[in-house]
């Protein structure tokens, strides 16, 4: 009997070293920390048929294993291997290629998708991301979906516990700021304040100080304001956002009662303590402060006149009022809570009333933060047309297969269409129904 002899050829390579320190495995899958925030997947099978297609090489066995903390790839073939060096070069190329297919919103564990200029998908008409002008000098401006906090009060039922919340979106800062800059154009003004917000919180957008930075350079935007629940604020952040450009923090503070604090943030470990710490780093920065109060009729009601007493103790100095406080309202898609919403007309005599109490501004307008009417971008798509629009991306909202969103796209728009069934790439009629602020519904007909 002939002994058939067969020689295996093994390649071994540090990951850490070849290509970067954020690697961990999963299974069958490499997974690679981008940023605090998003975290990438390569599967062992993709990259196993890139290999193989790269190098020409009939066949591998590879696999990911880690020792002494250090992560590693093994290219086993009974073949000729390429060149140690030319793998990692094509590693190189290939991760950073595919990382951003297959994303991971760390805080939120929901897939993200990242939204560059190549995937064609505009930045105008979704609730959820990119730049809603409601006709005012004001641009609100959503980089990126999800939040940290669970608060019980949530409008549009953010964080990891969302029930409905499916998926995140964040979107290429280029891109973001190309497209910024062509809606200021067309308002023809110099005193644009863009206004960091969205369905989530803006601080967990991995490129928030260079946007700013480069918001900043803009001659036409007088302010930048952001908002945020301060989780993620530490001194060397409210610094870099002061340098970087940021005039404003709208910062929410809920409760000065610990336990109420904690209730309201939907999260163990929320440090009031903390919270207040970053009230006085920001006051002495330079940087402006508004404090932004969510008030639940029966809840947190009895936390007005502290939280107004607090402030003012601390003698803060802006130009324009330091108090926010917002009326809780229930939302179809937000998170309710046991509480009956509060009239407004009640809800600001009460505030009335404090401002002669404390002599201090508490009802606002827009005119307090110099904000105006002025002509809006013009949306293409009008209410009850009739449009082909292409299927573009999952949307956020999942409640059962009934509501299921999908985002479309037409005439450079996008659209929100409701209880969609189709798949990403369908072109369907869609009728839309509603067009407010540029910011599109539509369902299929
Ligand atoms: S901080 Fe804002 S976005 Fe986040 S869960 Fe609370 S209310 Fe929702």
């Known amino acids: 009997m002939k002994t058939l002899w067969v020689i295996f050829l093994k390649l071994l390579i540090d990951l850490n070293s070849a290509i970067g320190p954020f690697f961990n495995f999963e299974k069958d899958r490499l997974i690679v920390q981008i940023h605090k925030t998003l975290k990438g997947f390569i599967f062992k099978e993709s990259l196993k048929k890139a290999l193989i297609k790269k190098f020409n090489v009939s066949d591998i066995i590879i696999h990911f294993y880690s020792k002494n903390r250090k992560f590693f790839l093994e290219i086993i073939s009974n073949y000729q291997l390429p060149q140690k060096e030319e793998v990692v070069n094509y590693l190189n190329f290939f991760i950073s290629n595919q990382i951003y297919k297959n994303l991971t919103n760390t805080f939120t564990q929901r897939r993200i998708f990242y939204i560059t200029k190549e995937s064609r998908i505009p930045l105008i008409g979704s609730i959820y991301f990119g730049i809603i002008d409601r006709g005012t000098n004001l641009l609100q401006i959503r980089p990126i979906t999800g939040c940290i906090l669970n608060c019980p009060f949530c409008s549009v039922d953010e964080g990891p516990r969302s029930k409905t919340r499916w998926v995140d979106y964040i979107i290429e800062p280029n891109y973001l ?47 930048i304001s952001m908002q945020t629940n301060g989780i993620l604020l530490n001194k060397e952040t409210i610094l870099k956002l002061k340098k970087a450009g940021l005039n404003r923090i709208n910062l929410s503070l809920n409760s000065l009662d610990p336990k109420e604090a904690i209730f309201l943030s939907g999260i163990e470990n929320y440090s009031l303590k903390n919270i207040l710490k970053k009230i006085d780093i920001i006051k002495n920065s330079g940087m402006e402060l508004l404090i932004a109060p969510v008030i639940i009729p029966g809840i947190n009601e009895d936390q007005i006149e502290p939280i107004i007493k607090l402030i003012l103790k601390k003698q803060i100095k802006s130009n324009w009022p330091v108090f926010g406080f917002q009326n809780y309202i229930s939302y179809r898609y937000g998170r ?53 629009a292409k299927i573009v991306l999952p949307g956020r909202t999942y409640r059962n297969e009934f509501e299921r969103e999908m985002l479309a796209t037409a005439k450079n728009r996008l659209i929100h269409v409701i209880n969609c069934n189709y798949k990403v790439g369908d072109i369907k009629k869609i009728q839309i129904f509603r067009n407010k602020h540029n910011i599109n519904y539509g369902k299929i007909i």
Do not use: C, W
């Open 177 to 223: 700021l190309e497209e910024i800059k062509k809606v200021i154009e067309f308002k023809k003004v110099n005193d644009i304040e863009i206004h960091l917000d969205g369905q989530g919180e803006p601080l967990t957008y991995p490129y928030l100080i260079d946007l700013i930075k480069n918001l900043s350079k803009n001659v036409n935007i007088k302010v």
């Open 336 to 388: 309710r809570m046991k509480a009956k919403p509060k009239s407004f007309s009640q809800f600001n005599k009460e505030l009335r009333d404090l401002e002669k109490k404390y002599d201090v501004k508490l009802l606002l307008s827009p005119k307090d933060f110099n904000i105006y009417k002025i002509k809006s971008i013009k949306n293409p798509i009008k209410k009850g047309e009739i449009i082909d």
